[in-house]
């Protein structure tokens, strides 16, 4: 008996209603970037080690899924090494190519070797599945969708702006209530360095970007296991635990910062953006000095976007990150992007059952086939059909009424045409409203009128 097949787990299928509904995300998103300038680009599934390692902290390096070399890739590797087991020095012999974990670094990678044909600032969009080896779980997947958005070459914090006007707008749109939280690596670097653990920002950051998921308890063991001194971690627990309107956030870390000159312009930073966007935006802006993102390449703003009617993690972040194409010989280029979740994204709107009627896009128009006289009759009706904008099918065999109905029901097509020898004898169709039940007689171009 043949093994029943399966997928991987935290990987999907999606079948035509889905990719129906999915089309309806992408779609909106990508209008929205258009609307601001964007452009589109796309890269490669996998991209060297070299450009993927290193960019993502210990953890995200963990989670890269490795490509085996082609050919014999044990090649390399010697009897001792095998034994050895050591997994992370023979992947670095056996691979030398792995999947995509994100679309950031690839797209800085792009921009370095595209540098000579890109006009300045590059604003891009790019829409691509990545993977990371991660523990599957609610919307949390091992293949996953991201819609990113980035602007390269331009230091302004309108940028900043921009893109949370963006984020605004693609929800607003969407009908689902969010709240974007924003902070500034800036201001946690100054944290690290008033309470004495600069060189500990790393380790900071990992541990408070958990809090929402394992809560300040666990937080704090972590920072003490990172070493910190419970000096330091209670120096911590006010700043993690700020409450207040932004403007009041905002002062009091300006009392706490007043040392550090990196974290005092951490929070200009923000608070030029936040005043820019004080009447623009449809959603909370919220300060939240415990949003970390724990890439190691933001150095500025960084943003989440959190669904306030569905219990599940970010559906949107990102942030500013001026170092990230100087790891590929090119310094001095200033980025800031988003990055959409789709495949979260479409889980909340499933969730709230948000998507407008015509987000399917099914069929339209189902001609029923009697047989070969009807069905060349029809044919050039549906041609026409389709010519005007109107999804149509010609049902494929002569098969009973009964069961070209149901297929139409089962596909919940709301029109079906149905020319027998009293219609062809009159140059017309009967159209059914398949909701309602009425039925017409219709010439060709009064039915296409109907419908449209």
Not at 275 to 303: C, K, P, V, W
Not at 338 to 358: E, H, Q, T, W
Request: contains cysteine.
């Amino acid at each position: 008996m043949a093994q029943k097949p399966s997928i991987p787990k935290g990987t999907r299928d999606f079948g035509p209603q889905e990719m129906a509904r999915r089309n309806y995300i992408f779609d909106t998103i990508k209008e929205v970037y258009q609307l601001y300038g964007f452009q589109q680009i796309e890269t490669p599934a996998m991209e060297t080690l070299g450009t993927l390692m290193g960019k993502y902290g210990e953890e995200g390096d963990k989670l890269l899924f490795k490509i085996l070399n082609s050919g014999d890739c044990l090649a390399k590797v010697s009897d001792d090494e095998l034994k050895e087991r050591n997994a992370l020095h023979l992947a670095a012999k056996m691979c030398e190519k792995g999947l995509r974990y994100d679309l950031t670094v690839p797209f800085a990678r792009y921009v370095v070797m595209h540098r000579e044909e890109l006009q300045l600032p590059f604003k891009r969009y790019q829409m691509q599945p990545v993977w990371r080896a991660d523990r599957p779980q609610k919307g949390r997947y091992r293949e996953f969708w991201q819609f990113d958005g980035d602007i390269v070459g331009s230091d302004s914090l309108l940028n900043e702006v921009e893109l949370m006007q963006i984020i605004d707008t693609v929800f607003t749109r969407f009908g689902v209530r969010v709240q974007i939280k924003i902070n500034n690596r800036k201001i946690l670097s100054g944290i690290a360095e008033v309470i004495g653990a600069a060189d500990k920002i790393v380790d900071i950051t990992v541990a408070i970007d958990k809090l929402d998921k394992i809560g300040i308890d666990n937080v704090n063991d972590e920072l003490r296991e990172d070493g910190l001194t419970e000096d330091q971690i209670q120096k911590l627990q006010p700043i993690i635990l700020l409450e207040g309107t932004n403007e009041e956030k905002l002062s009091t870390i300006v009392e706490v910062l007043k040392d550090s000159e990196t974290g005092l312009k951490g929070v200009e930073e923000l608070r030029t953006i936040i005043n820019m966007l004080r009447s623009s935006l449809h959603n909370e802006l919220q300060l939240d000095l415990t949003l970390a993102r724990g890439l190691n390449y933001y150095t500025g703003a960084i943003f989440e976007v959190k669904a306030l009617d569905v219990q599940i993690g970010s559906i949107t972040g990102g942030g500013r990150y001026d170092n990230l194409t100087g790891i590929f010989g090119m310094p001095g280029i200033s980025g800031v992007g988003i990055s959409f979740g789709v495949d979260r994204i479409y889980d909340v709107l499933n969730a709230l059952d948000a998507y407008p009627k015509g987000a399917t896009n099914g069929t339209q128009l189902l001609f029923i086939n009697f047989g070969e006289t009807e069905a060349a009759y029809c044919l050039p009706i549906a041609v026409k059909a389709r010519l005007a904008g109107i999804r149509t099918e010609l049902f494929p065999d002569a098969s009973k009424m009964k069961k070209q109905m149901a297929y139409a029901n089962a596909k919940q097509i709301p029109y079906v045409a149905i020319a027998g020898e009293n219609e062809i004898k009159e140059g017309k169709m009967t159209l059914k409203n398949m909701e309602t039940g009425e039925q017409q007689m219709l010439t060709p171009d009064e039915l296409i009128s109907a419908i449209c």
